[in-house]
């Protein structure tokens, strides 16, 4: 426990751009962000128990459309009306079960707040450098793209659809 919680505080101090980000998966291991290089990145925060869990459908839809180019990652977290409370194995059990979910699923994390995780903290500063004001994550399921050179493209907002044209438009 003691060097997770060093290894993350590591990566707080180190990390200068998205591929310096590793995060426990949800399942056990170590997913690296590095390993993304040349694709195109969405990572979302999601919850099992939200008026937008519906949309684990549309990413897994648009991971298995699009996994030449691009890369769904999940990213649990309960900072949002309580309504990601479950264990990792439980919320791992939920996907599988309900949406068939088979892109990379992170352990849970906390996505705002003093104790946000480290790559949601820089993702909200690489958004607010391109002018995102006020909070840069609001609800579950917000988006962030990122380019296959680790660079933030755009941040869409809970209620825009995984499979919507909005989306997409990026990735054609």
């Excluded at 099992?48 to 769904?72: F, N």
């Excluded at 995780?117 to 607010?128: D, G, Q, S, V």
Aim: one cysteine or more.
């Amino acid at each position: 426990m003691k060097l997770l919680f060093l290894a993350t505080l590591l990566t707080m101090i180190t990390a200068t751009g998205l591929y310096d980000f590793k995060v426990d998966g949800l399942s056990g291991g170590t997913i690296d962000l590095a390993q993304y290089k040349g694709k195109k990145i969405l990572i979302v925060n999601t919850a099992s128990e939200c008026g937008y869990t519906p949309q684990y459908e549309g990413l897994e839809q648009l991971y298995k459309k699009y996994s030449d180019k691009l890369v769904v990652i999940g990213f649990p977290a309960n900072n949002f009306g309580g309504q990601e409370p479950g264990s990792n194995e439980q919320i791992g059990a939920f996907c599988k079960k309900n949406y068939g979910v088979t892109f990379p699923m992170a352990a849970k994390v906390s996505v705002v707040g003093d104790d946000a995780h480290p790559l949601f903290r820089y993702l909200a500063e690489e958004a607010r450098k391109q002018g995102v004001e006020g909070p840069v994550i609001k609800w579950n399921f917000t988006k962030f793209l990122i380019d296959e050179n680790g660079k933030l493209v755009h941040v869409f907002p809970s209620k825009v659809a995984p499979m919507s044209e909005e989306l997409t438009s990026y990735l054609k």
